[in-house]
């Protein structure tokens, strides 16, 4: 049980380093240091969409409309460090 515990929290610290990435990215792109016209850069952060909408878009559902402010990132943030906390304090229940 020790091993599923590792692999859990391995999990959601690559979904949170996945998240940090995508978060710089977005704001080098919109501050117009990375140009999204380079192949590789575009290829990036096409492939960190396609990774993270599927957990961005049931959070935007229920946020409401900010204009251009989009909190989905943040909250996805708090809930993986939520779940991190859930499992730490329950890890007795692993062992």
């Not at 978060?23 to 999204?36: D, G, R, Y």
């Not at 096409?46 to 957990?55: A, D, K, T, V, W």
């Not at 959070?59 to 906390?85: E, K, N, Q, S, T």
Request: glycine share 4%; proline share 5%; aromatic share 14%.
């Amino acid at each position: 049980m020790t091993s599923l515990f590792q692999i859990l929290m391995l999990v959601l610290d690559v979904v949170w380093f996945i998240m940090i990435a995508h978060i710089v990215m977005s704001w080098l792109i919109n501050f117009q240091v990375l140009n999204l016209r380079q192949p590789i850069v575009a290829q990036l952060w096409y492939g960190l969409n396609r990774l993270l909408e599927p957990i961005y878009q049931p959070i935007r559902r229920f946020l409401p409309d900010m204009g251009g402010l989009d909190l989905a990132p943040l909250v996805a943030l708090l809930g993986v460090y939520a779940l991190r906390i859930i499992l730490i304090n329950n890890a007795a229940f692993f062992y």
